[in-house]
């Protein structure tokens, strides 16, 4: 599917990895949990990281997080933001792992939240254990959506399972991308950190989907293994393989960078700032990739997502990174055609 049913004339400029949070206080469906003491004060930064007071923690959650995004897409300089649902965990049997994982926010509110504010593009997220995995996916399909979002270390998802055929054929077919997680994972519970491993990308690529490895397969934590190299290997044998530099301005994953301004991936990066992450200079001066004058003045810029873009483009990521999702897969297009009325 390399080529989308309407290819924009001008694709938007957008950032392609935005995520949507809420508490379900305004009967969205959505949870959160902040088990333990290390995930309440994980859950009080990434909230003040996003702008948000740290009273949302006790409701209103839901409405705040959508008009601080709403907000925060104004005073950037881009096109539109790619916000992105999160499916629950379930067992390949197609049961779910009751209560599993750090949140959960369902496609329907994400469809609402983006048909009430023009410039939000959705990325819904669908198990595809689930027992209804491709009913929703037309129902995504029928909406306009034109990216799948998926975090199959943390939602327990073999992506290699022969038994997803189907699934994956049918994104190919409807010109739905896949935007999943590859690489090291700090923040979230994982059921199988290998579930992160760009191999088991293989089999939907082999289909015709394509695939985008978010974070470009690279290390979290010390530990990770690192499957940059893997990924690299992967691009010279699927066309329809690319990756996102999301989270790299953080002080845990720049390491990734210098593989994505020169390596074979250089032509494949999607750009994505992996908001309510932290993004800030220190970890890509750290690495000597960033000067401190530019690391001082990308700190002046208050919205982070406007931040991410300054320090992206600084470091030397192509304009192309910025309208290359949009002209692969004619997201805004297909959004736009399907909910005008907003
Ligand atoms: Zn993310």
């Not at 044998?237 to 990734?256: E, G, I, M």
Request: net charge neutral; glycine share 10%.
């Amino acid at each position: 599917m390399d080529t989308p049913e309407n290819p924009p004339l001008q694709p938007l400029r957008l950032d392609g990895h935005v995520h949507l949070v809420g508490d379900g206080s305004s009967g969205s469906g959505c949870w959160l949990k902040l088990d333990g003491l290390v995930r309440q004060l994980q859950g009080r930064l990434l909230l003040s990281a996003a702008g948000l007071p740290s009273a949302c923690l006790r409701g209103g959650l839901d409405l705040a997080f959508e008009s601080r995004v709403a907000k925060l897409l104004e005073t950037s300089n881009l096109d539109g933001f790619l916000l992105l649902a999160q499916d629950e965990a379930y067992r390949s049997d197609g049961t779910k792992i009751e209560g599993f994982g750090s949140f959960y926010l369902p496609n329907s509110h994400l469809f609402g939240v983006c048909r009430r504010n023009p410039g939000l593009y959705p990325a819904c997220s669908i198990h595809p254990a689930r027992p209804d995995a491709l009913e929703e996916l037309e129902t995504a399909l029928q909406a306009g959506c034109r990216v799948l979002k998926l975090l199959p270390n943390c939602l327990n998802v073999d992506c290699s399972e022969r038994r997803f055929l189907p699934f994956w054929k049918r994104m190919a077919t409807g010109g739905m991308a896949l935007l999943s997680h590859t690489g090291g994972e700090f923040t979230l519970p994982q059921t199988n950190p290998d579930f992160a491993n760009p191999r088991k990308l293989t089999l939907p690529l082999e289909q015709g989907v394509t695939v985008i490895a978010a974070h470009a397969a690279g290390r979290s934590g010390l530990w990770d293994p690192d499957w940059t190299n893997q990924l690299e290997a992967m691009a010279a044998v699927f066309p329809n393989l690319y990756c996102d530099n999301s989270a790299l301005c953080s002080p845990n994953r720049w390491r990734t960078l210098p593989a994505l301004l020169s390596g074979p991936l250089r032509d494949r990066v999607i750009h994505g700032s992996d908001y309510p992450v932290p993004s800030g200079g220190f970890g890509p001066w750290l690495g000597g990739h960033l000067s401190w004058s530019d690391w001082r003045a990308s700190a002046q810029l208050e919205n982070p997502i406007r931040r991410d873009v300054h320090l992206k483009t600084t470091l030397g990521f192509a304009p192309e990174t910025f309208t290359r999702l949009d002209a692969l897969t004619g997201l805004t297009s297909a959004w736009s055609a399907r909910n005008r009325a907003a």
